[in-house]
């Protein structure tokens, strides 16, 4: 008797904190799944049928649910991701770039933003691709993506941000769409960038804007460098990779 005594306290108590939350939060009945708040009073409540196993099912069950929702898609490309040329992340209008256009150059991946210690070495980019391409024409490209996500320093608009690079870079290349590299909507290429080819340590997670990622004519990653690497000192690495095959390391 006095064990099942302290049972019924206990599942009292239990449901009375559960109801409480719902109160004070009221969202978290209705995310968790149709029904949810109404579980928790028919899982916790003193009722002799039910068995211990089905009051602990009652509420996990519906949490992988919502999990697999938010983003199936995300999921979804990284599981059938091959190549750099299976993603089509969006533009700075929101429309869809085949990656697979790139197919046969080498391109460089840059996460960039507008005021950032680092946001000078636009400057350097822009030098690199316009002499690589000047001795190897149509053989390489860089694909900016902006992003906030690092000390709110890319705060602006996609045409904002155009407007920036160009007027005080002369940026040439393609600024791709604002995007998120790292968390729950991190863009899936970056996703699949970070697992292909892990920072120091190997850490995943993009640590600051202006990290470089190399990709072979072959659609896959070759390197990856921080932050602090000048894009002047990469020019040797893409030459190697675009002459790969060719009897050729240099100019």
């Keep these: 008797m006095r064990i099942q005594s302290t049972i019924l306290r206990t599942r009292t108590t239990t449901t009375q904190a559960l109801f409480k939350l719902c109160e004070q939060q009221p969202q978290l009945s209705t995310r968790l799944a149709p029904g949810a708040r109404t579980t928790f009073s028919t899982s916790f409540a003193p009722a002799p049928a039910r068995s211990r196993a089905s009051t602990s099912t009652c509420i996990c069950t519906s949490i992988p649910q919502r999990r697999q929702s938010l983003f199936p898609t995300q999921t979804r490309n990284m599981s059938s991701a091959t190549s750099f040329y299976d993603f089509k992340p969006l533009d700075k209008k929101g429309n869809a770039v085949p990656l697979s256009t790139y197919a046969g150059k080498v391109v460089l991946i840059v996460n960039t933003a ?4 680092f946001t000078p070495q636009y400057e350097g980019l822009e030098k ?5 391409n000047a001795a190897h024409p149509d053989s390489f490209i860089i694909l900016g993506f902006p992003c906030n996500q690092f000390g709110s320093q890319e705060p602006g ?6 407007e920036f690079c160009q007027l005080n870079y002369g940026v040439s290349f393609p600024i791709m769409g604002k995007t998120d590299v790292n968390g ?3 863009n899936p290429l970056f996703e699949w960038l970070k697992e292909e080819k ?3 340590l190997g850490m995943k997670r993009v640590k600051w804007n202006f990290e470089k990622w190399l990709v072979g004519k072959d659609g896959k990653v070759k390197n990856r460098w921080a ?3 000048k894009p002047e000192s990469l020019e040797k690495a893409i030459l190697e990779e675009i002459t790969k095959g060719e009897g050729k390391a240099g100019l």
Excluded: E, M
Excluded at 128 to 132: A, D, F, M, T, V
């Design 114 to 117: 507008s005021k950032c210690g």
């Design 128 to 132: 690199i691709y316009k002499s690589i």
């Design 157 to 162: 608009s996609d045409d904002t941000i155009q």
């Design 184 to 186: 729950d909507k991190a």
């Design 198 to 200: 892990p920072g120091l």
């Design 227 to 229: 932050s602090t690497t």
